[in-house]
């Protein structure tokens, strides 16, 4: 089968690759580009172990074809630690609070939060068991994802100077 | 020196040791999407592998045409069972002591079996050559009630033992049996039934289901022909048998195999067995000369690998008038799908399940378990379960509620009156295990009072009444469950998979600069062994648990174990571990001696260091130990310090827990809401609460599941009805209820620390906690048994069959 080409900026950097024009944006990311933060937990989008931050928006990359980000902006789990290295606030909070047990959840989990917190800075427990609805976790029952995520808003709300995590949702932004 | 001013408890604190709610060390890899899976894993030339799966529940294979497929762009090699056959690989002996085709042989016992593997250069090269294969079948007649499968004249499914009477676990009486376990007094049970006051009767249900951990089942195998040295990566729970395993089956010398367990993303039991997947996947290697990946999708996951329960449970309980229980009678018919693949110790076929008399003192008590074949997947494991345990738990929980509802009786009141008192410990349960040690009333009562246990009763009265003045449409269930689990399999004398000992091990290495590196036979799904095995390290031998490195899961360089599942990582390992460590502070103490130039019985140890008794300011701390044993001649000791544990546990361990769940029912749409759930448990010594607590949150999240809408499902074709996400329920965060932990300490008297294990319990003790709220909400229009998931279908059923529906 032919193959497309396919140029799009992932974590702030251009990247571009051959694809299939079936190839699903999941695969394309995990096995051509080496980006193996999303996971696979379904390839049938219901259980946002695979979701990734497009064009500011929440979308689970194994209901997009490789070819359908082309041109995007893309942020992985990966773009959202701090450029000196050290773990972004939600990725701090999900290790604080324990929202995490075998982590497999965690890269799409952490990217839905993420995006999550800039739709609502100041979102109730509701609003964010409702908003990471689409990510299912197996391990950790939810209650202390819950508390990492409302703890990472409150963080973020308290230095109002932009932490490196907004930088990102940020050039995600302008990139649009 | 800033240590010279610490105090001990400073000192103690800073080393992160038991008892401390220590961050894991795993999460700066996993939160950074750092983690290596095994479908991260990408070597040079890796070939993909996936199977040609039978649409029919039943069918004789008339016959496989390959060519096509074979001419796809992409496709290296197709296997049928006919390629497998002269290497004797077309079956495999599976872990219960029954075999399993790897590729259809013949014909197919259930649908989703793997019929033939496609190897090809990608996924979707491998999808275009599975889609490619011709397979004719011939269907045969379904059979996927496990009673009408010992019907005389049912359909022979395993056409392979046809002659066979005797099985693994002794005789077979027909075609579709596989074995009759029998345990406890049957005529001395029967005698007590014909003469007690009362005897409740009830079938109790526990329906199939599925682990599904987030990360399917996969391996990447990896055959060097130079070396000749198979290399095997995978989602394995337990890599050293794997490793046995394989070379038993495949031929290869064990030393030439190393299997490594990279991170696993989660388990839950269904990363025990060992799948067709896996030896296909060997095969393909030594074919093509190259590493060959295979990893389920979802619903290759959902078909085929693990299903869990799926017994049918006919009980009858005796008490006297007043509720003292006098007898417990089980009969099981277990559903073991197409081949008996369950993962159990080799001497219990249906598991643990004979700790089905729970948390009472039961006098007599008989249990019967047939198991047999049906057109269903093959499994039977332990889904975050100690073998059929979750089982046993929900069986005596109903069957108190039954016996409850009989004798007209509050059922936190029947179970007071019939636990086992702490005097009692250690106790001789009838169907022979010896509990070591619990304090149930305190447990007990400690929840009742948590949840303001007669106000609620109050509460749920009055809104009965205004049900029935028809000013709500609402009922409150109140679910009660004191759950008494088994773990930490187990004694090398009764417990052991395929001849290999459940003992488990560890490997200590102290550096010369006083940090360490530890190896251990198990292996972390989530449970975050790098954190707390550090910490019973850190506790024994007084090195910060933050200078300790964990590894396991690589068979070249970890010591022997069984691995992790059964709640048996902290009974068996971690008390390996604890062993290992003080075979260290031992060597420690004769080196501390000589340094401090007096007699080894002359220091003892405290937190990090050894101290001359009478003489506190002459110590030398494990650092500078640490560093002597590698630099300094000492008459009669060794260089180095280094230990290993191999720990054969003197029995199982026995946490308990009381779990107490409040609910309300929509009786009109049949929905429910969690008001509250809370959970006791008692794990013995809590090595990192914060650890246990994320344990309970999940495990009572999957209880959840399984009691209110998760199951796997077949038509009378054998179809499988749940095979995505779409059917199978998984809670999200939104309908995941919110839960608030406590606990008891009653530490296990032979464990080394007195820990238990608690990994199993919020799903032992959750599924008949949600389930018995259900119950509770209908009892007073007299609901007595209705089977789980309790759907919102079925709960408007209930509702309906009670006629509230008006
Ligand atoms: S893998 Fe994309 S939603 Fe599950
Ligand atoms: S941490 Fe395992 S699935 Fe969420």
Redesign the pocket.
Known sequence: MSKMHIKFHLNGQEVEGLAEPRMLLIHFLRENLKVTGPHIGCETSHCGACTVDLNGKSVKSCTLFACQADGAAITTVEGLTNPDGTLGVLQEMFREHHG???????PG?ITRAHRLLQENPTPTEEEVRFGISGNL????GYQNIVKAILAAAEQLNAHKAPSSSEAVGQNVEAAE | MKDEVQSPEERSAGLKGLGCSRKRVEDVRFTQGRGNYVDDIKLDGMLTGDFVRSPYAHARILSINTEAALAVPGVLAVLTAKDLEPLGLHWMPTLAGDKQMVLADGKVLFQGQEVAYVVATDRYAAADGVAAVEVDYEDLPVVTDPFKAMDPDAPVLREDLAGQTEGAHGPRRHHNHIFTWEQGDKAATEAVLAEADVVAEEMVYYHRTHPMP?ETCGCVASMDKVTGKLTLWGTFQAPHAVRTVASLISGIAEHNIRVISPDI??GFGNKVGVYPGYVCSIVASIVTGKPVKWVESRMDNLMSTAFARDYWMQGKIAATKEGKITGLWCHTTADHGGFDACADPTKFPAGFMNICTGSYDIPVAYLAVDGVYTNKAPGGVAYRCSFRVTEAAYFIERMIEVLAIRLNMDAAELRRINFIRKDQFPYQSALGWEYDSGDYHTAWEKALNAVGYDVLRREQAERLEAFKRGETRKLIGIGLTHFTEIVGAGPVKNCDILGLGMFDSCEIRIHPTGSAIARLGTISQ?QGHATTFAQIIASEIGIPADDITLEEGDTDTAPYGLGTYGSRSTPVAGAATAMAARKIRAKAQMIAAYLLEVHDDDVEFEVDRFVVKGAPERFKTMKEIAFASYNQAIPGVEPGLEAVSYYDPPNMTYPFGAYICVMEIDVDTGEHEVRSFYALDDCGTRINPMIIEGQVHGGATEGYAIAMGQEIAYDEMGNHKTATLMDFFVPTAWETPHYTTDFTVTPSPHHPIGAKGVGESPNVGSVPCFSNAVHDAFRPFGLVQSHMPHDHWRIWKIAEDLGLHV
């Open positions: 995490l047990q075998c982590g497999f959840c965690t989990m976790c197996r391990c950790t | 987030l993303g989660g989530g």
